[in-house]
């Protein structure tokens, strides 16, 4: 085999390989970063739809999307958009969003369904309740609800806001946010891990402004919990969270210590 077929077998095989890996990708950065590769797999990537049925936006991209770029990509779903997930995308607004949701309707093709089922996006302080209400009416004018919609972080929500979504949702559960018992406030009440929790029905089950929790897995932070004061960033840590770094620590002590009983070369 020539130098020239040699090197064109290379190049197509490693666009097969390529090719192979795209579906797997997880974020828009990861697209746009395979994009650059080639002009190929630029082409691929713009032209192939399903590869556009999620698109997942999140730092360090997050700032810099607007509703205009949201609109770019997303409309290379060519009305499949399945999953939507933006993080902390603080320039994305009501418009840019409720543009969306109207151009992904539920298509049925070759006894598949096609609609936006999920909706998550955390930190988008650009959007308010109100316009979060409007998607789901939009989706319910074609008879389908969200089944995962997570909104904490998107500033403003009430109680009449919270039963407002609850109409368009097939189950309480599928959302992120929930009346705290304690404050009365609607805020994410996130899973503890602590056995004795679950033993007692979830007696911390409470959000984060009433029960100290880590930062790290949200395991709620009793008085009978070891924790960690992080001064840096004023949150709190269990020892679980650190135990990584605990080994780490352990391994390297070790290390010094065999050193040290190890006699000293001559």
């Known amino acids: ?47 192939q739809t399903m590869l556009w049925t999620k698109v997942v936006v999140e730092p360090p991209l997050s700032p810099r999307l607007t509703d205009v770029i949201l609109w770019e990509f997303t409309s290379k779903s060519a009305g499949k958009l399945n999953t939507l997930i933006l993080r902390k995308c ?30 998550i996006v955390p930190g988008c302080t650009g959007l308010v309740p109100e316009g979060i209400i ?4 939009s989706l319910a004018k074609n008879n389908h609800k969200f089944e995962t919609l997570h909104i904490n972080g998107v ?61 790290e897995c949200a395991v709620c932070l009793g008085p009978d919990t070891d924790q960690i004061e992080e001064a840096a960033c004023g949150g709190r840590r269990c020892v679980s969270s650190l135990l990584p770094s605990a080994s780490k620590v352990q391994v390297l002590q070790q290390t010094i210590l065999h050193r040290s009983q190890q006699p000293e070369a001559r």
């Open 1 to 47: 085999m020539r130098t020239e077929e040699k090197e064109k077998w290379r190049s197509e095989s490693v666009y097969k390989l390529l090719m192979i890996v795209l579906p797997y990708l997880h974020s828009l950065y990861e697209f746009i970063s395979v994009s650059r590769v080639s002009p190929a797999l630029r082409k691929a990537v713009r032209d």
């Open 90 to 119: 603080r320039r994305v607004t009501n418009i840019g969003l409720r543009r969306v949701v109207d151009a992904n309707p539920m298509i049925k093709k070759n006894d598949f369904s096609f609609f936006l089922s999920q909706l």
């Open 134 to 137: 409007a998607c789901g009416e």
């Open 155 to 215: 500033p403003g929500f009430t109680k009449d806001h919270l039963s407002a979504l609850l109409t368009y949702l097939p189950q309480e559960g599928a959302i992120d946010l929930e009346v705290c018992p304690k404050c009365d406030q609607v805020r994410m009440i996130p899973p503890c891990s602590r056995e004795s929790c679950g033993r007692n029905e979830r007696e911390c089950r409470e959000c984060w402004y009433c029960v100290p929790r880590c930062m």
